[in-house]
């Protein structure tokens, strides 16, 4: 089924005194390109995360949010170790006195001997962390990837309706054809005896030229692939699998295609044709262009 590269979801787990939340959100990019907002407390899950996004995202520009609340959270507090720094005082005072050295010990010169004068209480450690940013974020997984098979399915609706739009032109373009040749054929025997100045001999050979430059303006061909690359991106809109830079080169051939039908075309009904077929194939680019 068609995915969207337009995405959100969010999820949150929650456990004890402690609380993750995870956000999940994407735009359409030509590659996969992630980038995450972790708190330093769950830095280390990194790799885990984004093996799992991974392993269900293929295209977009992706951007994870987790935040971490609650009382397991407790605020980092620092102590003084106050004995230590009396110890440290004495003795730099008794080596001032021995040497009979001059100046002050300020609290530069106190610290500069040692920082196990302010401690750090050590932030405890969250067990519970690694399976809550995962449920969090398999939540926000599961909200995000419908969120992008909705989208999907409205951008190959849409799709379809221009497709359904440029076959009734190709039948238009394949009725035309016929009388469309012929009265070029016309123009063009019309034109040879007006520089001969007179009727041409059913056997001259000029006919046989006639007959074969007609054929360089025939878009049969044209119209042939262009039913073709119908009949693949359609096929293509109902894989299971990531589809868009594959729809993407087919509308580029088609968009060929019609360039050829329009450079071709000697009659203004099939010129107006082709610029309607490159008008709905824009349309389609651009949502193709969402598409994983």
């Known amino acids: 089924m068609t995915k969207s590269m337009t995405g959100y979801g969010s999820g949150t787990a929650s456990e004890s005194n402690l609380t993750v939340t995870a956000e999940l959100k994407s735009v359409n990019s030509r590659y996969l390109d992630m980038k995450f907002r972790l708190p330093k407390a769950a830095v280390f899950l990194e790799s885990a995360v984004k093996e799992k996004i991974q392993q269900a995202v293929s295209r977009g520009k992706l951007e994870l949010t987790v935040d971490l609340d609650g009382g397991a959270l407790r605020k980092r507090e620092i102590s003084i170790d106050w004995e230590l720094a009396e110890a440290y005082m004495d ?20 610290l500069a001997q040692s920082s196990d004068i302010l401690v750090e209480d050590a932030q405890p450690e969250l067990l519970e962390l690694p399976d809550l940013v995962d449920r969090a974020l398999q939540e926000a997984l599961a909200s995000f990837l419908q969120m992008r098979l909705t989208e999907g399915a409205a951008l190959a ?28 054929k016309q123009r063009i025997k019309d034109r040879v005896i007006s520089y001969v100045a007179g009727e041409l001999p059913e056997t001259s050979r000029l006919y046989q030229e006639i007959a074969l430059l007609a054929e360089k303006g025939d878009i049969t061909e044209e119209i042939t692939r262009l039913e073709s690359h119908l009949d693949q991106l359609a096929r293509n809109l109902d894989k299971d699998v990531p589809v868009g830079r594959t729809c993407d080169f087919i509308l ?15 009659d203004s009904s099939i010129s107006i044709i082709a610029v309607n077929l490159k008008s709905e194939l824009e349309k389609i680019k651009e949502q193709v262009q969402n598409i994983e």
């Open 252 to 266: 580029q051939e088609m968009q060929r295609e019609v360039n050829t039908i329009g450079s071709k075309s000697t």
């Open 91 to 110: 003795k730099l005072k008794a080596l001032r006195t021995a040497f009979d050295l001059q100046g002050d010990i300020d609290l530069d010169t106190l």
């Open 157 to 184: 609706r849409d799709i379809r309706v221009r497709m359904t739009a440029i076959r009734a032109m190709l039948k238009e373009l394949a009725a035309l054809r016929p009388q469309v040749m012929e009265a070029y």
